[in-house]
């Protein structure tokens, strides 16, 4: 238990070094003077560095101790964090998000190798649930954080990256103080088919299995869809729908509550339905399904934006808000009922983007049972290729057209090729 909260909070800090830049873009970009592509480009080196990342951190956790490798992992990110709030220009800023993609990539091969080693396939669903909700934990209070730290002078956001880097360190000692070595024993093979696996295979044997091909299609698919709507929606916020830097910040908290509930809810869905009698792959494609589904719904967010009356948009973006919070306040209850109903839609569709992630993470976690670093490692280093291709891209694609509606079209169909080849080519095993 005290372990499961450690992973948690370490998903926590994880995304709050991470969203940090994405709840100050505005800022950041004006100060910088950015371009979108730019902004595009910052946001992908992050993504190329995390899938290189991915792999050294897969083969350490293999081979090394997941207690030793997890704390140097965390504290290289906490340290890059802080770095990045002393960033001058753009290519320091670049840096500073190249170098936090290679530390944070060790923060999914160290935790999906714990929950593997502490959890049953049936309660693996539940388990990566708690551990994708710290995500959730650390994404809605980073725009808290940020909404206290910040005021009208130019550079106040820089105090945030900081801040939110000092706490990362904190989780370091709380982990070595708690977890030891033999947490992580592995015990004696299930049954003797799974023996005789891990006696006579390597780990690249499983790359070339369904399972994989399968894994490695869902996560090209569902991470370009989250880390692109991640880092791109308080820009869409601000400067497609005209909702001013606080109330972004705020319906940004909002956004990521109904993204954890979301999470919590499909782990325990297909915990509820295994424990009814279910396989474990209907279990999971119920909650992938609902997931996949609640998702989908964004695809009406641009249609509904054509039939608001337009807002004027150079009140949105500005950098220091000339209302006050009451006006604020005033303002937002003040929405037209079609407003009311986009933002509705924002929150059903962020609970079923991160449904999606326990289910993939526990489909994972089959693949192989004695190389999960690794051949986890190898898929994330796809589906962050594929979502740090798709960043710059969705940034040209506003450039050209003057607002995200194309591009929040294209990912919202995203999941659904996933969903199917789980449905029509994952084996089914008759001994869960």
């Keep these: 238990m005290v372990i499961c ?10 995304y709050m070094d991470r969203q940090t830049l994405a709840v100050t873009a505005s800022r950041i970009k004006t100060e910088f003077e950015l371009s979108n592509v730019q902004y595009g480009r910052v946001e992908a080196v992050f993504g190329y560095s995390f899938a290189l990342g991915s792999i050294l951190w897969g083969f350490l956790v293999d081979r090394f101790s997941v207690r030793w490798i997890y704390p140097i992992g965390l504290l290289g990110w ?17 840096t500073c998000r190249l170098l936090l993609g290679i530390f944070e990539s060790a923060h999914w091969p160290c935790g999906l190798k714990t929950t593997q080693a502490l959890l049953s396939k049936q309660s693996r669903a539940m388990g990566n649930s708690v551990l994708q909700s710290g995500t959730s934990i650390g994404a809605i209070l980073t725009p808290i954080v940020m909404l206290a730290i910040l005021t009208p002078q130019p550079g106040s956001w820089r105090f945030g990256f900081q801040a ?25 093979p299930e049954d003797p088919q799974e023996h005789q696996y891990r006696s006579s295979y390597r780990w690249w044997h499983d790359l070339f299995t369904t399972k994989f091909a399968i894994v490695l299609l869902m996560i ?77 719904a964004i695809i009406a967010v641009p249609f509904l934006n054509h039939r608001i009356q337009a807002v004027p948009v150079a009140t949105a973006v500005a950098v220091q808000s000339p209302l006050t919070w009451e006006q ?4 937002f209850f003040e929405l037209q009922p079609l407003q009311f109903a986009m933002l509705g839609i924002l929150l059903a569709s962020g609970a079923g983007a991160l449904a999606i992630f326990p289910i993939y993470y526990s489909f994972a976690q089959d693949v192989s049972p004695m190389h999960q670093g690794k051949v986890t ?44 080849a789980l449905y029509f080519f994952w084996p089914n095993d008759h001994n869960e």
Excluded at 387 to 396: H, R
């Design 5 to 14: 909260f450690l992973l948690l909070l370490a998903s926590a800090v994880n």
């Design 220 to 296: 090209i698919c569902i991470n370009t869809m989250w880390q692109v709507v991640r880092a791109w929606l308080p820009l869409v916020m601000q400067e497609n729908y005209g909702f001013s830097e606080r109330q972004t910040l705020l319906f940004n908290s909002l956004w990521y509550i109904a993204t954890d509930l979301g999470c919590v809810a499909s782990g325990l869905i297909a915990l509820r339905m295994a424990r009814k009698g279910w396989s474990v792959k209907s279990s999971r494609l119920l909650s992938l399904l609902l997931g996949v589904s609640f998702f989908a």
């Design 377 to 420: 490692s190898v898929s994330a280093t796809g589906g962050w290729l594929a979502s740090s291709l798709a960043q710059p891209w969705f940034g040209w694609l506003k450039d050209q057209t003057g607002n995200y509606d194309i591009g929040l079209f294209l990912i919202s169909v995203l999941p659904v090729f996933p969903l199917l």
């Design 164 to 188: 939110i880097a000092i706490v990362g360190a904190f989780w370091v000692f709380l982990w070595l103080y708690v977890v030891r070595d033999k947490d992580f024993v592995i015990q004696s």
């Design 78 to 94: 906490s340290l890059m964090g802080f770095l990045t709030g002393w960033a001058r220009d753009y290519n320091e800023l670049f």
């Design 328 to 331: 604020e306040a005033k303002a």
